[in-house]
Nanobody, 121 residues
Framework: QVQLVESGGGLVQPGGSLRISCAAS????????CGWYRQAPGKERELVAR???????NYADSVQGRFTISRDNAKNTVYLQMNSLKPEDTAVYYC???????????????WGKGTLVTISS
């Protein structure tokens, strides 16, 4: 089993910045693609940003140029740096990861429990 634990959420004023983190622990051989999703009240969960094991990234159009995803493979941790935050970025942010438990094993997908990010003055 693998646990994904998000941290760093909170209340930020519009235009501000915040960095959230997701640390993975448990039976991990390798974390392949991982990323961040968000779900605002009354809306469906959506992809925010994703990063492969090799460092290739992709972003939702709504956050392109404002958010940066990165990862530290040695720490099994993925980060999301969020700048120029807007009220519409308010949501619960969830970490997601494809994990190999053993060499040559298939990916198993895991979710964290989420961290709340609120953008308000």
């Amino acid at each position: 089993q693998v646990q994904l634990v998000e941290s760093g959420g909170g209340l930020v004023q519009p235009g501000g910045s915040l960095r959230i983190s997701c640390a993975a622990s448990g039976s991990i051989f390798r974390i392949n693609a991982c990323g961040w999703y968000r779900q605002a009240p009354g809306k469906e969960r959506e992809l925010v940003a994703r990063i492969t094991n090799g460092g290739t990234t992709n972003y939702a159009d709504s956050v392109q140029g404002r958010f940066t995803i990165s990862r530290d493979n040695a720490k099994n941790t993925v980060y999301l740096q969020m700048n120029s935050l807007k009220p519409e970025d308010t949501a619960v942010y969830y970490c997601n990861a494809d994990v190999q438990h053993y060499t040559l094993s298939s990916n198993i997908n895991y979710w964290g429990k989420g961290t709340l990010v609120t953008i308000s003055s």
